[in-house]
């Protein structure tokens, strides 16, 4: 009997060096959370064999704009004509019922910007897209900046911002530079 209570309170004593050691590592974080910056800055781009203007003319065709804005695990609805200034587009999600919506802000003939609200009560996203002239055509650079105004997660989340929401913008670029090249050849 004595064997069995000995080996109760090594298992008790396992238990609580444990739970102390994931606390500490929780409480560590916790801290580390509030030295962690919460904004962020993401950037890729891409060349495209086309003309500022002729960049901007696919892109903005509402019938376009699902083909090459990918939206993890949503879609762009199709609009019709040019999307114009103040103009919204919804966004879909699988097997969700909230709605997100991209409002285009401004264009001009270098830059359009546009604000992308993913879901209701989610902080808008401040998007820019700029168009600089390069020997092998346009490059296309596509920038968000902001702050993750996410309570205890968002240091964490601005962390991985780039990676995250970086891969969509090369999967969009990388559309975006297919339809313009094969609409213009």
Not at 89 to 118: E, M, N
Not at 142 to 153: K, M, P, T, V
């Amino acid at each position: 009997m004595l064997g069995k209570s000995h080996g109760h309170s090594n298992a008790i004593y396992s238990i609580r060096r444990v739970t102390r050691i994931l606390a500490l590592v929780i409480l560590l974080l916790v801290g580390a959370g509030f030295f962690l910056p919460t904004d962020y800055r993401v950037e890729r781009s891409v060349v495209i064999d086309a003309s500022a203007a002729n960049i901007l003319d696919v892109a903005l065709d509402g019938r376009n704009l699902p083909l090459w804005m990918h939206v993890q695990n949503g879609r762009l609805r199709d609009s019709q004509g040019e999307l114009s200034v103040g103009q919204s587009v919804a966004i879909d999600y699988q097997d969700k019922a909230d709605q997100g919506a991209l409002t285009l802000l401004s264009v001009g003939p270098s830059l359009f910007t546009f604000d992308v609200r993913p879901k209701p009560n989610v902080n808008l996203v401040q998007n820019q897209i700029r168009f600089l002239s390069v020997s092998q055509g346009t490059q296309v650079i596509w920038q968000i900046e902001g702050d993750l105004d996410a309570g205890f997660i968002g240091p964490y989340l601005a962390l991985f911002a780039n990676d995250m929401a970086g891969k969509n913008f090369e999967i969009s670029l990388q559309k975006l530079k297919n339809l313009v090249e094969n609409q213009i050849q």
